[in-house]
């Protein structure tokens, strides 16, 4: 049987290969890492930040969701890398979004039938995507989201259906099962912990995945390059987390519990079958906070192809670039599927 391009990433394995760019393209994309800020009809500032080409009035761009307590600067060659040099990437700067008045109660029972109860830190964020797609004039989005921005984007789906024609969850929030918030944190923490290790380990020059005395592990001197790089982000995150933290307790407080008690399954199967939106999960088989036998088995039926790929889940946050071409084929993937299907339906 030919290999789905599905199957491409088993259990424990890197991708088969990395998005690479050229320094000249790499230095263009820089120049065009541009951040942005307007003010909303509350007269709230909205930063955000475009990459892309200036001309970014294509059919569909791609909007990046970050997860909780994490900096679109630690992302930035991964938003930078989902361009392709012609397709336009927006990502949202502002950590708590904006005032939640601009989605109408019509919009807010539209998401709570599939949804649930609405937690109000998700619509402040929900509110910012909107009013940046509204103002940017963006036609059409393929929304790609880490961890908590899973939340979001579905409630932002589930409110503009015929918006959004793709979306991407990376080591997604809302699809564990039962949860509470201490459960959650405890999760966190362990995971915090093994990513550390594995940084570690790198630092010394020896492959975490395989041990040290492994036939065919990677060089030491690149194990301690990747091992700076990540510890230098790791660094970075810590810093977004306690600033945070420290700036608003009540938000951080309240975020964490709408990621505990959030449940985006049942809506991940209405936007699939009934507003023909395509789901992708890309997930960090050593994933704690989220683990992945735990989305596995509530996952049935609320995604199109999904691949996994080593690491934990703070591996996103301190070595995101392995990600874009995962994304990449997602995209197409699921464009080949849909276009298979409406030719399935035309003949």
Same mark, same amino acid.
């Given at each position: 049987?030919?290999?789905?391009?599905?199957d491409?990433?088993?259990?424990?394995?890197?991708?088969?290969?990395k998005?690479?760019?050229?320094?000249?393209?790499?230095?263009?994309?820089?120049?065009?890492?541009?951040?942005r800020?307007?003010?909303?009809?509350?007269?709230?500032?909205?930063?955000?930040?475009?990459?892309?080409?200036?001309?970014?009035?294509?059919?569909?761009?791609?909007?990046?969701?970050?997860g909780f307590?994490?900096?679109?600067?630690?992302?930035?060659?991964?938003?930078?890398?989902?361009?392709?040099?012609?397709?336009?990437?927006?990502?949202?700067?502002?950590?708590?979004?904006?005032?939640?008045?601009?989605?109408?109660?019509?919009?807010?029972?539209?998401?709570?039938?599939?949804?649930?109860?609405?937690?109000?830190?998700?619509?402040?964020?929900?509110? =910012?995507? %909107?009013? $940046?797609?509204?103002?940017?004039? !963006? *036609?059409?989005?393929? /929304?790609? +989201?880490?961890?908590?921005?899973?939340?979001?984007?579905?409630?932002?789906?589930?409110?503009?259906?015929?918006?959004?024609?793709?979306?991407?969850?990376?080591?997604?929030?809302?699809?564990?099962g039962?949860?509470?918030?201490?459960?959650?944190?405890?999760?966190?923490?362990?995971?915090?912990?093994?990513?550390?290790?594995?940084?570690?380990?790198?630092?010394?020059?020896?492959?975490?995945?395989?041990?040290?005395?492994?036939?065919?592990?990677?060089?030491?001197?690149?194990?301690?390059?990747e091992?700076?790089?990540?510890?230098?982000?790791?660094?970075?995150?810590?810093?977004?987390f306690?600033?945070?933290?420290?700036?608003?307790?009540?938000?951080?407080?309240?975020?964490?519990?709408?990621?505990?008690?959030?449940?985006i399954?049942? =809506?991940? %199967?209405? $936007?699939?079958?009934?507003?023909? !939106? *395509?789901?992708?999960? /890309?997930? +960090?088989?050593?994933?704690?906070?989220?683990?992945?036998?735990?989305?596995?088995?509530?996952?049935?039926?609320?995604?199109?192809?999904?691949?996994?790929?080593?690491?934990?889940?703070?591996?996103?946050?301190q070595?995101?670039?392995?990600?874009i071409?995962?994304?990449?084929?997602?995209?197409?993937?699921?464009?080949?599927?849909?276009?298979?299907?409406?030719?399935?339906d035309?003949?």
């Amino acid at each position: 049987m030919k290999e789905s391009f599905f199957d491409r990433y088993p259990d424990a394995h890197e991708p088969a290969k990395k998005s690479e760019i050229s320094i000249k393209e790499q230095q263009s994309l820089e120049k065009s890492y541009v951040n942005r800020s307007f003010e909303t009809k509350s007269r709230e500032k909205l930063e955000y930040v475009h990459i892309g080409p200036e001309n970014y009035k294509e059919e569909v761009s791609i909007m990046y969701l970050k997860g909780f307590s994490t900096n679109n600067i630690a992302s930035k060659d991964f938003i930078g890398g989902l361009t392709d040099k012609k397709t336009s990437v927006f990502a949202i700067n502002n950590p708590h979004g904006i005032g939640s008045g601009s989605i109408t109660e019509t919009q807010k029972q539209a998401a709570s039938e599939k949804f649930g109860a609405l937690p109000e830190i998700e619509l402040r964020k929900t509110a =910012a995507v %909107q009013e $940046l797609v509204k103002h940017e004039e !963006i *036609k059409r989005i393929d /929304i790609v +989201a880490h961890s908590e921005g899973a939340i979001y984007a579905i409630i932002y789906a589930l409110m503009n259906p015929g918006k959004v024609r793709n979306i991407i969850l990376i080591d997604p929030a809302g699809m564990v099962g039962e949860d509470n918030r201490y459960e959650l944190i405890k999760r966190a923490t362990k995971d915090t912990l093994l990513q550390t290790e594995k940084i570690r380990q790198k630092l010394l020059g020896i492959d975490p995945r395989v041990g040290k005395n492994a036939d065919n592990p990677k060089k030491p001197i690149s194990l301690r390059i990747e091992g700076h790089q990540e510890n230098a982000l790791a660094k970075s995150q810590a810093k977004e987390f306690i600033g945070a933290l420290a700036d608003n307790p009540k938000r951080w407080t309240e975020a964490i519990g709408a990621i505990a008690n959030a449940d985006i399954v049942e =809506a991940l %199967q209405y $936007l699939r079958h009934d507003c023909g !939106i *395509k789901v992708g999960i /890309i997930h +960090a088989v050593d994933d704690q906070t989220f683990p992945i036998d735990r989305i596995r088995k509530n996952s049935k039926d609320a995604m199109d192809g999904s691949f996994s790929t080593v690491g934990t889940h703070c591996t996103f946050d301190q070595n995101p670039d392995k990600y874009i071409q995962m994304v990449k084929d997602l995209i197409s993937g699921m464009e080949m599927q849909r276009e298979k299907g409406q030719l399935d339906d035309f003949l």
